[in-house]
Structure formats: C-alpha cells, structure tokens
C-alpha cells in the first residue's frame, strides 16, 4: 500500500491518470508486470480499479442502482446481495439510503457509495484511488480504512493519495513523496516550505519508479 | 464488449424514464417546428404536399442535433464517462451504446409521429410509409453522426453550435436521399434507388461513426 504525497499541482492526479490508461505519457512508457500498458488491450484493464476525485453517480438513480451500474461496467459482482453488503461496509446500510436518489445524498455518502464498488473490487489486484478520503467523516474514514486494509492484507495493491494523514494501522503505508522527484531547478522555485514537504525518514521509494517526469513506473500485485 | 453495451444502453433508458419530460423535448421540438411551416409558407395544400418530405427531414435532422449535443456532457461532468472508458471492452461498445440510446429515444419517436406530418402535409398513404422507411434508414445516421460531433466538441464552449456546424454538412447526403425518395413516390416513381443508397450510408457510418468516436471520447478525456 503506497500513500502518494504531494503539493497541489505536483502530478499526484496526472500519476495516477497516467497509471490508469486515462492519459497517455508524453515521453517514456508504462510498464504493467514488464508489460506495455498498451499492449495490455481493453481486458487488461479489469486489472484495477480507479476511483477519481469525481464519484461517477448520476443524480437520477438511486444509490444502489447506481453501484450496480458501475458494477457492470467492471464486471464485478451485481447481485442485490453483494451490492447491499458493499453499501453496508462503507455505513450505508439502512435502507432507506441505499434506495435514496443519489440526488438527495449528501457529498460524504455520495463519495461512499463511489467507494463501495471496492468492496466488490476483491478481484482487481490493483486499486488507484485519487483522494478517497474526501468528504468522508470520521465513521466513513474507518469504514474505507478497514476496505482498503482487507485488500492490502489479502495481496492487493492500493496506491491512493491525500491530504489528510491516513491512519491504516496495518500494513503502515509506503509514502511516496513527489517532492523529490521534483527537478531542482523546479525546487528552487518553490516557496520557502519546500523543506517542510521533505521526505522524513519513513519515505521509500519503490524501486521501480524512476522519475515521475518520465513517468516510467512498474505497477503490479506487490 | 455485448456486457458493457447493453450496460450503458440500459442505464441510459433508465435514465431518460426518470426524466420524462427531457426525453420528450426532441418530439415536441419535431411537431412545433413542423407545424409552424404551413402557417409560414401558406395552406396552399399541393406546394405543401411538394415541400413535406424536405421540410419533416430538416425538422428531423435538427431534433437530433439539439437533442445530441448533451450526449457525452453530462457524462463527462460526473466522471461517468471516464469509468466507462475505463471498463474491461472497447470505447467504441461505449459509444455505440450512447448513440443507439439516442436513437432510441429520438430517432424512434420521430418516426412514430411521422404520419402526423403527413396528415398536417396532406401527404398520400404511400408517400408517408416511404417518409417513415426513409426516415428509419436515416435517423441512425443522425444518431451516429450527431455522436462523432458531440465527442469532438465535448467540454468546449459553445459546443453545441459547433457540433451543429460539424455536423450538418456530413448529414446532408442522407438529407437529400431520404427526401427524395418520397419524392420518388409522390412522382410514381420507385425509390429503391434512393434507399439503397441511405442503407450504404447507414452501413457506412454504423462501421464508420463508432470507431470515430471512441477515438475522440479518448482525446477528450485526457
């Protein structure tokens, strides 16, 4: 599990787009298991999940429909069973919410019912989440933490980032800092509390990230 | 590929039975405009008998390019689109499951409501099942093509009028093969000539339009 950190504007978003298959790097290549991501095709993709900043609901629907639809989407399980336990880990349990217009949810159970397609995400190794902790209260952090701890502890990946110190107790995240990647020339350039974002002694880098400018990463099942 | 078509296709008629009155708008945009030309040009019933099929196409044509300028917006502004270009199949199932729902619910109502216009043109039995068959094999082109324009104006300005000037010039042939083939009739005439030539068409832009379309909802995204 790798806790992507970073100023506003570093890359943070882009990293995770470009890690996605959403946008194409402008220089370098993704490399999926040593595997172009390219060449990877359209199956290729059931191999993660992304979550970004935006919860992909439509207004209209109700808070299950609107899971079941993005449950197809990635062919995860859709049964009325699996949806209504995926809402329940992430506290939507009462039925009433889980039948509610999306419309009418508040942005904190919006962004839970966006999260709770993890909850059925076992399958995919990889989990690329672009600010999940968003809008979430206290009982929603928990709620995610013990979704996301699950998968990590069962083999998957999770690379997410945020703002907010993420308090998973096990396994401990990996932080990696975009703040070093940066060109010193870039650096330099920054405002004084540069040194403040520095990496402290828990920073790693996974080996296989090179630089973000080349974006020449590997992303697999660690 | 079938999954997420039907997945998307669905949502969208889920969709559109939520919000009656919207999907209704393209039909009573349809019967107003057609119903204001014999009060512009006169009752003389034969130069509107003459005119009819000209004028229920033009009216056709521009029903389904104000209805698909918001094909992909809406979408694309809750992060919908970006999880459907994420998912395990190709972006062409996605866009030919957007532009068949268009059709679906514009394109087929447009037919349905056809032999109103031909009472309101005092158009022959004969001529308005040829207006209906024309329209049948031309509205898809509408869809199709009104979808290749709404991806490549997606998140600009003033899309919608852009997406109208791309794209009229691209529907006139099936413009002027489905309103002459009515004339064919009215004239005593056989219009299969006419019609094959829409049914190449329609196969054109049904093989055409979706790969066109995937590409530019890639580019749009990025």
């Excluded at chain 1, 990293?15 to 991501?37: H, K, M, V, W």
């Excluded at chain 2, 979408?75 to 459907?84: C, K, N, Y």
Aim: with cysteine.
């Amino acid at each position: 599990m790798t806790w992507l950190r970073g100023r506003n504007g570093r890359g943070k978003t882009t990293l995770l787009r470009l890690l996605a298959g959403l946008s194409d790097p402008a220089e370098g290549q993704i490399l999926i298991q040593g595997q172009p991501q390219k060449e990877l095709g359209d199956e290729g993709r059931s191999q993660w999940a992304y979550i970004g900043h935006q919860n992909a609901l439509k207004d209209d629907l109700t808070s299950t429909e609107a899971l079941r639809f993005l449950a197809r989407l990635h062919r995860l399980p859709h049964d009325a069973a699996a949806l209504k336990l995926a809402l329940q880990r992430l506290g939507l349990g009462p039925a009433r919410l889980q039948h509610a217009p999306v419309r009418t949810l508040s942005q904190g159970q919006r962004r839970r019912v966006a999260l709770a397609r993890l909850a059925l995400s076992a399958t995919a190794p990889v989990w690329l989440l672009d600010e999940p902790f968003d809008a979430l209260d206290i009982d929603g952090i928990k709620a995610l933490n013990a979704v996301i701890s699950e998968h990590a502890q069962s083999g998957g990946c999770v690379l997410l980032t945020s703002h907010q110190a993420i308090s998973i107790e096990s396994p401990k995240p990996t932080v990696l800092d975009l703040e070093i990647f940066a060109p010193p020339s870039r650096a330099r350039g920054l405002s004084a509390d540069a040194a403040h974002h520095a990496t402290g002694p828990s920073s790693q880098i996974p080996h296989s990230t090179h630089s973000t400018d080349s974006t020449d990463s590997t992303e697999g099942p660690q | 590929m079938r999954a997420v078509f039907w997945c998307v296709l669905l949502r969208d008629l889920q969709l559109a039975s939520r919000r009656r009155i919207d999907a209704l708008l393209p039909l009573a945009f349809f019967l107003v405009a057609l119903s204001l030309f014999p009060l512009g040009v006169g009752p003389e019933p034969e130069m509107l008998r003459e005119i009819a099929p000209g004028i229920v196409w033009v009216c056709a044509l521009l029903a389904s390019m104000l209805s698909v300028s918001q094909l992909f917006a809406g979408d694309m502004a809750d992060g919908s689109l970006e999880q459907m270009l994420l998912a395990p199949a190709s972006a062409i199932s996605v866009a030919a499951a957007k532009c068949s729902a268009h059709w679906l619910l514009t394109g087929l109502p447009l037919i349905i409501a056809t032999p109103v216009a031909g009472l309101v043109f005092d158009m022959s039995a004969p001529a308005t099942i040829a207006l209906m068959f024309s329209l049948m094999l031309g509205t898809p082109i509408l869809s199709l093509l009104g979808g290749l324009g709404a991806a490549l104006t997606l998140g600009l300005r003033s899309g919608g009028m852009l997406l109208i000037l791309v794209v009229l010039p691209l529907a006139t042939p099936a413009l002027i093969f489905g309103a002459g083939a009515v004339g064919m009739v009215e004239s005593g005439m056989s219009a299969s000539g006419h019609f094959s030539l829409l049914g190449a068409l329609l196969i054109t832009t049904t093989v055409g339009a979706p790969l066109a379309t995937a590409a530019a909802l890639r580019i749009s995204t990025e």
